[in-house]
């Protein structure tokens, strides 16, 4: 199946630095979705974007889709502890309804 | 906050007991997974149904079975546990708009 690959794996700031995860795909993805997932915690939808070149926001968070639909990334504006999680890009799989999870960055942020 | 409820929340039993961990939602979702996950890693698609009777196997799938008799339940069966499935066992369901909704978790030891 489809396979999306998502980095860095890690990230450490201080808090009220920028951050941001990539995604992408080798084929072209219908949609994608981007999950949070707190430490202890299930991870939480917080997006999901369909068309070529889509920019959502929410608050201090971007979203992006890129123009081919291979790419995608989040973006958080001066980052706070609250922030600190998982956060999971994850593209269909095999033109159905289940995911194909990326890896995951962890984000952590120190005051 | 979607409602789907996962038992047990932790389960310690030692190698070779046969387990059934329980997911439930009540939003009548057709489509439902089950997930794999260790602590802070990425998620690993072990079975999915999209409807009663209807169940599919993802990539971690040899070792457990899971059935779907009713629309609204969808358990794991572990048939012989071994140490290998220490692990977090996350059941997600998939609303209107495609996104998922993940319940708890259930953090399972073997001794």
């Known amino acids: 199946g489809q396979q999306v690959m998502q980095i860095p794996q890690y990230q450490h700031v201080q808090e009220g630095e920028d951050f941001t995860t990539y995604c992408n795909s080798s084929t072209t993805l219908s949609n994608i979705q981007w999950y949070k997932q707190r430490p202890g915690g299930h991870p939480v939808f917080l997006i999901q974007l369909v068309k070529s070149g889509e920019v959502k926001k929410q608050k201090r968070l971007t979203f992006q889709f890129g123009e081919a639909k291979k790419n995608s990334s989040l973006h958080i504006t001066a980052t706070q502890t609250t922030d600190v999680g998982t956060y999971f890009c994850a593209g269909p799989r095999n033109s159905g309804y289940a995911l194909n999870f990326g890896k995951g960055t962890s984000l952590l942020v120190t005051p | 906050e979607a409602d789907i409820y996962q038992t047990p929340r932790y389960l310690v039993i030692g190698t070779g007991k046969k387990i059934t961990l329980e997911c439930s939602q009540t939003?009548?979702?057709?489509?439902m997974y089950w997930y794999q996950q260790d602590p802070g890693m990425e998620l690993h698609l072990i079975h999915y149904?999209?409807?009663?009777?209807?169940?599919e196997k993802g990539d971690l799938s040899s070792e457990s079975t899971v059935s779907r008799i009713r629309t609204e339940h969808f358990p794991l069966t572990l048939e012989s546990a071994r140490p290998s499935h220490t692990s977090q066992y996350l059941c997600?369901?998939?609303?209107?708009?495609?996104?998922?909704?993940f319940g708890p978790g259930t953090r399972l030891t073997v001794t």
């Open positions: 997600a369901s998939t609303g209107v708009f495609y996104e998922q909704y």
């Open positions: 939003m009548g979702h057709d489509k």
């Open positions: 149904s999209y409807g009663v009777n209807s169940t």
